[in-house]
Antibody, heavy 122, light 112 residues
Framework: QVQLQESGPRLVKPSETLSLTCAVSGFSISSGHYWGWIRQSPGKGLEFLGSVYHDGSTYHSRSLKSRVTISVDTSKNQFSLTLNSVTAADTAVYYC???????????????WGQGIMVTVSS | DVVMTQSPDSLAVSLGERATINCKSSPSVFYSTTNKNYIAWYQQKSGQPPKLLIYWASVREAGVPDRFSGSGSGTDFTLTISSLQAEDVAVYYCQQHLDTPTFGQGTKVEIK
């Protein structure tokens, strides 16, 4: 059974960098599928941030592309999100995810992490 | 980006009755090469991540009760709960997965 677990700081100061990691169990990232990040806030609802393949190729939200980096570490079976220059608008629950369609970067999400609430505040 | 608009924002349905949620995309999310509509539907209960119900507009995810069905093509889609159960109280979202994913604003389903 595929399981995903987010980890990282829950409080980030404005203008700093948000960094989260998603540990995957029950499936080897190297076996395929795209792995991604989605966030949810009261103001913006559900928002796709980007996805990554095991070879490191990435796809990003157009609106956040300049601030988002998604990377993969197949040796640790995990992938990561960094979001630069955060503001209060980046306060949200961040989910890591895997899609149902193996070869699509645009995730219809079958597997979700439980989510991690990240607050941007000084 | 593809804009997804759901209606209504909320609805109250009696137990055992039908619930219908609509979702409109702009532009179309039909891809002629695959002959598929790239729409997914999710159910989200309080404090939980969303749960995938339907993808490619009408393919029911494994383990999802058959009272949930998806239909539509092009720009107009519907999620139907044929006989509402107490455990179906939740917020439902549509999402397009043809391009950079975007979601509808959600529809809250309650018991009348």
């Amino acid at each position: 059974q595929v399981q995903l677990q987010e980890s990282g700081p829950r409080l980030v100061k404005p203008s700093e960098t948000l960094s989260l990691t998603c540990a995957v169990s029950g499936f080897s990232i190297s076996s395929g599928h795209y792995w991604g990040w989605i966030r949810q806030s009261p103001g913006k609802g559900l928002e796709f941030l980007g996805s990554v393949y095991h070879d490191g190729s990435t796809y990003h939200s157009r609106s956040l592309k300049s601030r988002v980096t998604i990377s993969v570490d197949t040796s640790k079976n995990q992938f990561s999100l960094t979001l630069n220059s955060v503001t209060a608008a980046d306060t949200a629950v961040y989910y890591c995810a895997r899609g149902v369609v193996p070869d699509s970067a645009w995730l219809a999400v079958r597997y979700w992490g439980q989510g991690i609430m990240v607050t941007v505040s000084s | 980006d593809v804009v997804m608009t759901q209606s209504p924002d909320s609805l109250a349905v009696s137990l055992g009755e039908r619930a219908t949620i609509n979702c409109k995309s702009s532009p179309s999310v039909f891809y002629s090469t695959t002959n598929k509509n790239y729409i997914a539907w999710y159910q989200q209960k309080s404090g939980q991540p969303p749960k995938l119900l339907i993808y490619w507009a009408s393919v029911r995810e494994a383990g999802v009760p058959d009272r949930f069905s998806g239909s539509g093509s092009g720009t107009d889609f519907t999620l139907t709960i044929s006989s509402l159960q107490a455990e179906d109280v939740a917020v439902y979202y549509c999402q397009q997965h043809l391009d950079t994913p975007t979601f509808g604003q959600g529809t809250k389903v309650e018991i009348k």
